[in-house]
């Protein structure tokens, strides 16, 4: 079993910064892709950023130059750096792992989400 658990989301005034952990634990094999997912109020869920095992880095147009991704000292923890907050960057981020089990199995994985609002 593989459990992905997401940390970090606060209220902000737009130009301050966040930091956003996601800690995979469990049954895990190896990790091939990470990668951070918003979802705005009336929205449908929007790709923020992608990390995968071997270091390529992908991001949306709109948040391209803000925000990073990285991975963490820590193993199997990933972090996203929000810089320069937009109010229209509110919303509830989700991270998102492909991983390996033990098992053999590979699949997608969420974690339940963490709230950003960004007041203006």
């Known amino acids: 079993q593989v459990q992905v658990v997401e940390s970090g989301g606060d209220l902000v005034q737009a130009g301050e910064s966040l930091r956003l952990s996601c800690v995979v634990s469990?049954?895990?094999?190896?990790?091939?892709?990470m990668g951070w997912y918003r979802q705005a109020p009336g929205k449908q869920r929007e790709l923020v950023a992608t990390l995968t095992s071997g270091g390529i880095t992908h991001y949306s147009d709109s948040v391209k130059g803000r925000f990073l991704i990285s991975r963490a000292s820590i193993k199997n923890t990933v972090y996203l750096f929000l810089n320069s907050l937009k109010p229209e960057d509110t919303a509830v981020y989700y991270c998102?792992?492909?991983?390996?089990?033990?098992?053999?199995?590979?699949?997608?994985?969420w974690g339940q989400g963490t709230q950003v609002t960004v007041s203006s």
């Open positions: 469990g049954s895990i094999s190896s990790i091939n892709a």
């Open positions: 998102n792992g492909i991983i390996s089990s033990f098992g053999g199995t590979s699949g997608s994985y």
